[in-house]
């Protein structure tokens, strides 16, 4: 009979499954570090809950003297020496604390506990620790270890040839290697990593989750070497302070760039990332990004700042003498839930010059917005109140016509109808535009929209509408808009807008070809009164155009600013068929205005007629490798193809190849600046190959011509983006080189060849 556990060890009577440290000789071998005579893998996931048949782990308890659970096939008893010695499967817990072991041996004196034999331990935050042998404290700390492979939650491998605990509470490694690359490969055999980190001393602070690595060099394919100075990586997948991977460039405006960040996690829902930006053909440039996140949103800021020569925009010869100047672009925006229904939300994008964030290739955006906007949403409701400003950076639009809209607001309210069923839904609406050089208007309108679906005994989806809305606007300065059909009368004006509508479709199923196929007839019906639009001016219903999307729309101007008037009756059908793997969805139909009087649509729309143009849309797809959605829009006099569009997709996520084409021949007045011809391709691809190896490319070119668009100054085949690069990419690696070419010279942005390196370190936070 055995005596009796110590009160501080409870000896439950449980066969465990043993527990073998193959692990532990993969890892240090794969690591290059003195092999251990063990066999097998450790990648596969470990469960660091509750052992396999054990009894429950006690409840955490508040003092510090928690004690110790374990199991054993074996325990034994020395009451001369005080040794307590635990042989067969052991395994030791406390709180989320494990320790496994094929033997066991503590010394009740000094509370050391001695560990050896297939050892794994895994702390609180799941890291696994296997080694040899181990010296515990009564806590679960370790002190001597010998031959030792730390696999990390996140991935991360630290194999060292000796391991000490000092007396801070930290383990210091000596001679160690880490990586964040997988040690075998999908079939289980032994693979080296693409790159490690080998290093004379590592720190491991399990208080931190840190480990600091001093004297450290990174191998990349067991060739190149590359000192790293102030290496630091976190156990518990959480980010660290530190120096960042520099970014290296090279463009025909600043030459060769060298950009070295730095990033401070300020707390766990704060950081800042600070970067320099040196250049062999212009000033350096400063750059920050804070960012938050609190209990009700998360923000972030940006910023980049530098001085330099300011070129004007169509100055091919620009002053060598000129002064320098401050330059900078700033980008905030954030988002705040302030109850279940209320929320507020920002952006300010602002740049001190028209060519600065294309020059330092931060957007190729042509203009920037900043807006706010608070809302509310509930079941029923909406409310929102916003205000928006546009910097535009086209070096043909004046600063002086951009409106600023402030205030916009918007609230919708939904009810049931309690006397005829259906749905009504109340709007109000108002808008106020401001211009520094250009026309003010202001709008306010309210409506009410009562809608009715119904189901027939044979299947039809009929659906009623009716709605009115009545308009007020204000402007002045009307002349100073460059196009007469969006000026309107100044002053005050006054609109009525009425409207009576019925829609019906009725889907057929069937089957055919192998599959099912759904054939939706739908017929719609809409009655209105002459409006006064030309009367009022047009802010927001300029682009105007008849397409698949808005054929069967009740009013198929964008916005609110015009309405479309009279009465017509539109027509078309949906099929859609599908089989395994297939699918094609198609789209056509016409809308005709039974009236001959003159519509306010201008000539190309296809809208402008007695009988529209046809419309339609078609896609086809085959599983998920390929792809392809034409739209278009046919002339219906001529059959001339007013709009042509193909959008093509075909591959996987890595093989693929994407090709696009745009031809808009609407043939409208040179006047309405909104509406012009444009013809442009699009492709971009990507191969793989050897496993790892890729080769991608994009381009966008113009075809537009003068006999299109005599205004744009294209001569029909203008490329405008074009790139070319190779990558490298594995479980743990990421390179690549990227060739870019820029075809236009926009003030200081220079066109030319530009070339960007890229490389990442999967596990790596920052150095």
Known sequence: MLPAAPTSLQAPVRRLRPVSLSVMALGIAALGLPSLALAQDVSRPVDTGPIEGAPPA????????????????????????????????????????????????????????????????????????????????????????????????????????????????????????????????????PKKPTWRVVAKTVVYSETQNRVRFSDARLELFG??????????????????????????????????????????????????????????????????????LTDIGAYQITGYATSSNRIPINSSNPDPNRERAFRGYVFANGRFQLDENWSISASIRRATDRTFVRRYDISRDDRLRSSIELERIDQDSYFSFAGYATQTLQSSRDQGQIPVALPVLDYRHRFDDPLLGGRIETQVNTLGITRVDGQDTQRAFASTQWSLRKLTGMGQEVTLTGLVRGDVYHSDENDLSPTALYRGESGWQGRGIALAAVDVKWPLVGQVFGGSQVLTPRVQFVATPKIKNLAIPNEDSRAIELEDSNLFALNRFPGYDRFEDGVRFTYGFDWMFERPRWRIKSTIGQSIRLSNKPSILPDGTGLASKTSDIVGRTEVRYRNFFNIIHRYRVDKDTLAVRRNEFDISLGNNQTYLEFGYTKLNRDIALGIEDLRDREEVRAAGRVAFANYWSVFGSAVVNLTDSTEDPTYGSDGFQPLRSRLGMAYEDDCLQISFTWRRDYVTFGDARKGNSFQLGFALKNIGAW
């Open 58 to 189: 006690p409840p955490p308890s508040t003092d510090e003297n928690v004690p110790i659970a374990f199991e054993a096939d074996t325990v034994e008893y020395d009451q001369n020496d005080e040794f307590v010695t635990a042989t067969g499967n052991v395994v030791l817990r406390k709180d989320r604390q494990s320790v496994r072991a094929d033997k066991v041996t503590w010394n009740r004196k000094t509370g050391q506990i001695v560990g050896s034999g297939n050892v794994r331990m895994v702390d609180q935050d799941g890291n696994q620790l296997y080694t040899e042998s181990v010296e515990l404290t009564d806590e679960l700390k370790t002190g001597m270890m010998e031959n030792l492979l730390l696999v990390m939650r996140q991935g991360g491998r630290l194999a060292a040839n000796k391991g000490e605990r000092i007396a801070n509470g930290d383990v210091v490694l000596q001679h160690a290697a880490y990586t964040g690359c997988a040690v075998e490969s999908d079939e289980g055999c």
């Open 223 to 292: 060739a190149v070497q590359l000192p790293l100075f102030g290496l630091s990586v976190s156990t518990n997948g959480g980010a660290v302070s530190g120096f960042l991977v520099p970014d290296l460039r090279s463009s025909p405006s600043n030459g060769i760039e060298v950009a070295q960040s730095y990033y401070w996690r300020l707390a766990d829902n704060r950081d800042l990332t600070g970067s320099l930006h040196a250049y062999t053909k212009a000033a350096p440039m400063a750059s920050f990004q804070y960012r938050a």
